[in-house]
């Protein structure tokens, strides 16, 4: 309850604060058996940590992930898996301003209110600099997703949006998630949003974005009837990353303004007799399973809330103040949001799969019934 | 994990399907010595009852809930509470083309997929009729956020779009959610969106739509911090409703085209100098806890998928089939969609109270720190 | 947490008090396609049920079980499984004494300082009744353990001593169990008991027992490994029975009291090369999994509290009182109990079964390693 | 449910092999504000290490742990605690027979059959070394318990019977557990046994032991009342402890060989007017819940099973092997168990009493009702 777990058959805890000695993630449940090394982490963490680009922080960590237990010869054990992560670049530095104010739209308030002392440095525990964690533990998911049946089940997230500015689904094109800052499947507009945060940045301002993440390869029937749906724990997942104020599965908030029979995904049975939906208004679930259809979520994360121009807020002591945030901030914290969200994506399928398991749910096509039956 | 409970110390477990014997709760974690009968649940059962206006299915049901545990002469005992509902119109009829058709939209398919055999009679275990027991425990949760200090807490919900009509928000009446059949708090859209579900009705269509829930008089530092944060919560919570599709928290997916200057929540000290937002982008919550400003969110629901007009499909022997679904159904599902999320949002806020009470965090505004701390 | 429910992957949560309309209990995560009515159920409850023998309380219960959810058409259908037992012998009686008198060895005074109020009627909440639904669940989670793989396992259940009296070993015939009063597997001892229980009877006194519960063909490598140990679950499962006061695994406390060499289980191979252990001091569990050996719990039970010797008590006024308990007493509740601990131990092992079934772990003896490994 | 975490409000997961680079333990919801430094956490890890005294394994290992996170200028902020203690002594050795044997009484056969591999070097994840963090949870636990109201609990525990050997309860005295090599109570005892240890050793053999653990200054009312019973959670918390048999409530064993008139425990006022017992039969805990006596519970711990006497078992090729095994083994490991059954007591009150804060229930005795009410 207190927090800091997430997940069912396939958990992880995370602890560590922004500016102490490490940060770290334990993820219990991962079965026996499997290859992993910290080679199977690091590339994921690369493609969160902080520097890549003028578009993200700027503080320099290595982001080195070490694997502490678990793993014996390569492979995993049953048991828990340990992960650390040193925190290097622990600036030293004046945080008397943050010390003290509440700054706008960050936890500094509501910390404060509900522990009556916070680790305030660089964010202390409400830091995103949590979310490395997720990805070392979203990366072991997708090891889960990739070895056991019915693998491979394959992740993927990109921004689709950015400050306001959207982009033509029809140049869609996931190798161009790889080629720019910002994730975009889409070249052009990756182009001309970095233009507009450019703008954003030198005006002292920041921007909001949409990120979406699909899995391909998901067979029919994981999740949970009624409470446990695998929608449910999507939105709760993604709901967690920090800045996140939207999730929608499918066509979302718009499926909401279509009407039933635009918004019917028919069925036909496909050359091999398998059955096959010809739309996916559902994103893939529905009744809160999956559908085998490919399941799609999109997230929506707020403007970062440091930035340059001032804001009125009050300090810890009830005094009016004005807050600039100065420093190392992503002028867009959605973009770096991407890894995290495919994690978490991840981490829910992953754990789906396990209990999918012990529900005896079949992981291939049920053959169908017989008319005698 | 079974997927048929929610929630961590306020938890409840429902069970039954539509066409059985009856319906049933069990609700736990329910502090002792609260004032309750039969007569604090029903008035909300009532509102989500089927029968009520031409919007709405015409299935009759008196819906009469009986608190069978947990009660004694008048107070909670701190026992499980076990709330029956008997299944009255279970009207015979040949469920023939149901029981062996994949309804498009519905978990037929997905629930054949993954148990194999399913309760085809109303839906079984997937129909709506499940959300009666949310809204009888979310009465439950009710008596906790009256009860309990700080008292109250007000939870109240509106439909704020009809199959893609909104309303004007100046024209916002909270008394006018109970006058008309929408529970639309703007009299005037209501009678245009009477207009055009009459005539989607007419046409074999059905709409979708948007609920938003607000509540009121939610002390600051709710929530916990990194997983099981109040906003991840109440996305799980409304997700779980049949056909929600969205979720989002305070200016949710408009936050993100906004820029960060412009999503600034900023505080000052009211006249007792007690601290106050000037706005609430964030729907009252920040870091996953709450700030003492209303807690806003809103859900998506996809348009009802039984419809009159034709739809391709499969059935369980892989043959093609056109289903057409005739009989007693909402033409929009989102209606009656809004006590049950007024219900789900005062389960988490009554569960996130009680996490309170175990976190020792203070209910009413903390004390601001002296300068000698 | 609010103590109600019990289990992981198979998970029940019971309600009702001892003189309320109805006890009741639901059991999620049943597999569907399991075959289940209320015949298998039935006979469980007949032997837990009052008034069998003049060693158990007259209290006339039908205990007549139904199945109001998550069974169609005789097979479990992955939904929850509602069971119901209406109370028949609510006795109008005079409940002025035991409703302010805190009677010893009952739970009255901590009820009352936990809750303030209690329902006293024949022990509300902790009254023993709640056991019926313990045993309804547990034969549910018999047919998992009949029906899945490895089955069968077979669970069954002993009164090894009562009042301090003990049986003989050399002349244990599990089918002795059902010919006595007592559960007892010696029928000379079960003599030999019903004479002591006579005499305590008579002189208005009551006498405690011990239980033994054996469960045949569990595969090795159930369990886990730290913290929900197999004998850990055991152990808490056992100790919420009603008056229970100790557990043990295979030798138990003799065991502390044995050496190394004597309390070493040695192993080799059987005829067929299977691994084969040629003692069973362990009561078939090593480091939290079982070992493919009977697994053997026994567990003590305090005499009834509930006795016609007056005992000197205070009452909720915090007045000095004498208490005498009359009416329709368990002589020896352990006799009762035996079918009850049978219960819990089906429950923990179908969810250690469901278990190894998200983790993967083979439920038939894994084939030796080669040496080229 | 994968086994590596304990606790409910407070809750910790541990993780890390013996031989691995460290072992770690993430504790949960410690509420914030709390004085915690790892000097409060030293003292115990250094009671239970190894190496203090001919009677216990002489692997040396400095057991000194390091806080990362989780405490911020000597408090708690309620953010998860992070510990770490670095592996010292991992003498390289040949690890060629353990790797393949099954070492009879140990997990080796039940590892190698659920997981199909396991990490051999010194046992592993189910070496007793994991309890090092169990020590490390329980002295925050103690902090909790001697912070906050009604503070102070005092977890204390004492070594009872060694190789069959008791002690004169008559002598108790508590000042000597720490003056002796055996955490025994009674000097004279600690001598006799010390003596018979000794033999034991010379003939390659070991002792089990028992394990008495009390809690003082339990207030009446903590644990939950049917599944979360405090009995039952200690009993799941105190098996989770290697080599542990048995568990015991109170008089345990004994009570179901006692009549009910000889074991009530009857009430009287004290001069105060509160509630107070003439006996403790039932260990302080009724009907689940504790009763504001002393909290007594007893543990069995077999003997060692790596003794020098050869014993037959198989190898992961299923050939007969005989084992013995060398090296640096506690001849009873009872001795060490002390420290860890004091943790486990201490967390398992830690949890029930921050569970009784979100339920309400009074810490103090409840005043007596009135005649009015």
Known sequence: MAGNSFGTLFRFTTFGESHGPQIGCVVDGVPAGLSLSEADIQPDL???????????????????????????????????????IHNGDQRSKDYGEIRDQFRPGHADFTYWQKYGLRDYRGGGRSSARETAMRVAAGAIAEVILRELPPSPIIVRGALVAMGGHGLDRGAWDWDQVAENAFFCPDAKAATAWAEALDQLRKDGNSAGGVIEVVA???????????????????????????????????????????NGVGNADEMEAD?????????????????????GQPVVARLAIKPTSSILTPRRSLNRFGEAVEVVTKGRHDPCVAIRGVPVAEAMMAIVLADHLLQARADGTPLTPRPWDTKED
Chains 1, 2, 3, 4 share one sequence.
């Open 46 to 84: 690369d493609r969160r940590k902080p520097g890549t680009s003028k578009y993200v922080t700027q503080r320099r960590e290595g982001d080195e992930v070490s694997i502490v237990s678990g793993v014996f010869e390569g492979r995993t054990t049953g048991s828990p898996i340990g992960l650390i």
């Open 271 to 291: 050359t091999n007799g398998l059955p096959r939906f010809t739309s996916n208004h559902a994103g893939g679930i529905l009744g809160g399973l999956s559908t």
């Open 216 to 258: 391909d390869g998901v067979p029919a029937g994981l999740g949970q009837p009624i409470y446990d749906k695998l929608d449910s724990d999507i939105a709760a997942a993604l709901m967690t990353i920090n800045a996140a104020k939207g999730v929608e599965i499918g066509d979302g908030f718009t499926a909401a303004a279509l």
